[in-house]
C-alpha cells in the first residue's frame, strides 16, 4: 500500500534545542509555538530549568490561541555553583542528545562555575574532544575522559580566536559560536562544507553581531535579546521518512507542511529529485529560516545517484531513510564520505549496512563510501533491530511498510528520542487515496 495525505510534522529538533539553549544567554522573553516534544529537546528544557530558567507551557494570546512554550532569558546569569552557598558543581543530564551536550559546552565555558555535564551510555561513546579543543584555545577548562562524556568545564573568560574546522558539523560551529559570543574580541570558524546555519540565523535574529562570508562565520561579543514570539517551522528530518517513502512506493503523494528548507537542511529533497522523484515546493515564509510546504510523489522507478561528499551535510540525518531509497532505485548509489556516521548516536554506517543487508539488500561500505545496488526485493528476516536508534527505527518501520510485513523491531521505543508522534503520522499516512477524487 502506498503513503498519501498531507501532515505537519513535529517542530525542527535542532532549532528548538537553539531556541531553548540560547534562552540561557539571551535576555528577553518567547513565546514560541511548536517546538519538538522529542526526548531529546527535553533535555535541554530540563538543564535550562536546573539552571534557574523559567519555561512554562500557555496558551497564546486571542480566544484561539495556539499553545507554546513561555520562556525568559536568563542572560547568563544563574547562581554559579561554587559560589558561598550553593554547591561546588553542578551535574547536567543531556540524556541522549549530541546537540545538548556540544553546544553547552561552548556556552557553559564562559559561565562561572564548575559543571559536570553527562549522559547516557550512547553518548558517553561520543566523541568530545573535537569541541573541547578550540575551547581551550580560547582559554577554556575543560576535561573529557578519554574523549568522551562525562565532559567536566570549570568556565571562566574566554578570548576570541580564528579556527578551521577538521569536520563538518554544525554541533561544533555552533559550540564555537556560542563560546565566541561570550569571549573577548572577534571569533571566526570556517568549516569544510556548510553546515546547518541555524545558530548563525538566530544570533543574527536576537540582534547580536554575526557576518558569513562563504565558510566562515564571524561572531562579535553582542547581546542577544529573545524575539516576543517564534514559529517552529517542521523538521525536515521528521519528514523524510514519509516524503521519501513516497518517492519509493508507487502510488504515494505525501505533503508536509510548514516544512524548514533552508539549504543546509533540503540535500535529501534534491536527492529525491534527481533519483526521478517528483518535488514540488510552496514556500510560505523566509525570515528566520526559510519554510514552505513541500510534495512528494511518486513517478516512475527511481534511479541510482552519486552524493558527493560536501552534499553530505545537508542530508547527514536522512542518510538511513535515503540508503532505503537507493535499495528500490536501478543502478548503484554512493554516498561520499559518511565517516562521521559512525560517531552518531550509534554507529550508523554499520547499522545500515547490516539491518539493509538482513532486508536482502546489497549494502556496503568501500573505506568511508556507502555503496547501494539497486533495485533488491526484499527478504524478510524473523526480526529487525534498531540498536535503539531512532533514525534506523523509523527507517525500518517503513521499510517493513514498504515490503508489506509486520516484524518486531528491536529498540523501537528510541523513535520518541526524535520523533514521538512517528507512529500516528505513519498511520495516517499509509493509505490507498487512489480511488478518491
Ligand atoms: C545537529 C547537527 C548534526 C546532526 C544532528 C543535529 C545540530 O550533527 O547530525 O542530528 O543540531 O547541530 P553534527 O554536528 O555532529 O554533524
Known amino acids: 500500500m502506498p503513503f498519501n495525505g498531507r501532515f505537519t510534522p513535529p517542530g525542527d529538533k535542532s532549532i528548538s534545542h537553539r531556541l531553548i539553549l540560547m534562552s540561557l544567554i539571551a535576555g528577553g522573553e518567547a513565546f514560541i ?92 561513546r561520543r566523541p568530545m574532544e573535537r569541541v573541547a579543543e578550540p ?41 564555537i559560536l556560542l563560546a565566541g559570543l561570550q569571549a573577548a574580541g572577534q571569533t571566526s570558524v570556517t568549516e569544510p562544507h556548510a553546515t546547518r546555519d541555524h545558530t548563525e540565523r538566530l544570533i543574527n535574529y536576537f540582534g547580536g553581531q554575526i557576518a558569513v562570508q562563504e565558510l566562515t562565520a564571524t561572531v562579535a561579543p553582542v547581546g542577544l535579546t529573545l524575539p516576543k514570539r517564534f514559529t517552529t517551522p517542521a523538521d525536515p528530518s521528521a519528514a523524510a521518512f514519509f516524503l521519501v517513502a513516497a518517492a519509493m512506493i508507487p502510488g504515494s503523494r505525501v505533503t508536509a507542511q510548514n516544512l524548514l528548507l533552508s539549504r543546509t537542511r533540503s540535500g535529501f529533497l534534491r ?53 532505503l531509497a537507493a535499495t528500490q532505485a536501478q543502478g548503484r548509489t554512493v554516498f561520499r564520505q559518511v565517516d562521521e556516521l559512525r560517531v552518531k548516536e550509534t554507529d550508523r554506517l554499520m547499522g545500515i549496512r547490516h539491518q539493509l543487508g538482513a532486508l536482502g539488500a546489497r549494502a556496503n561500505a568501500d573505506g568511508d563510501d556507502l555503496i547501494i545496488d539497486g533495485p533488491t526485493s526484499f527478504i524478510l528476516p524473523e526480526s529487525l533491530d534498531s540498536g535503539s536508534d531512532h533514525r534506523l527505527a523509523m527507517t525500518l518501520a517503513i521499510a517493513l511498510k514498504a515490503a508489506g510485513a509486520d516484524l518486531p523491531i528491536l529498540g523501537r521505543e528510541s523513535i ?3 520523533y514521538p508522534t512517528f507512529d500516528a503520522d505513519l498511520n495516517s499516512l499509509w493509505r490507498d487515496d487512489s480511488g478518491q477524487a
Open 135 to 175: 575551547l581551550r584555545l580560547m582559554g577554556a577548562k575543560i576535561e573529557t575522559l578519554n574523549g568522551r562524556p562525562p565532559v567536566t568545564i570549570w568556565g571562566g573568560p574566554l578570548t576570541g580566536i580564528d579556527y578551521r574546522m577538521n569536520t563538518a558539523s554544525a554541533q561544533l560551529k555552533s559550540a
Open 271 to 323: 536527492v529525491l529529485d534527481r533519483m526521478g522523484a517528483k518535488v514540488s515546493l510552496t514556500m510560505v515564509a523566509d525570515t528566520p529560516e526559510p519554510t514552505g510546504d513541500v510534495t512528494v510523489s511518486h513517478d516512475g522507478p527511481l534511479r541510482a545517484t552519486e552524493i558527493t561528499e560536501e552534499e553530505i551535510p545537508s542530508l547527514i540525518d536522512e542518510i538511513p531513510i535515503l540508503s
Open 33 to 124: 509555538e511548536g517546538l519538538s516534544d522529542c526526548e531529546d529537546c527535553k533535555s535541554s528544557l530540563a538543564i535550562y530549568r536546573k539552571l534557574g530558567g523559567r519555561a512554562e507551557t500557555r496558551t497564546g494570546e486571542g480566544e484561539l490561541g495556539v499553545r507554546g512554550l513561555a520562556i525568559r532569558g536568563l542572560g547568563g546569569r544563574w547562581e554559579a555553583p561554587g559560589s558561598p552557598g550553593s554547591p561546588e558543581s553542578i551535574e547536567l543530564d543531556c540524556g541522549n542528545s549530541g546537540t545538548t551536550i556540544r553546544l553547552l559546552m561552548g556556552i557553559l565555558s564562559a559561565r562561572p562555575g564548575k559543571y559536570l555535564l553527562d549522559g547516557d551510555t550512547q553518548l558517553r
Open 416 to 418: 520518541a528520542i526524535s
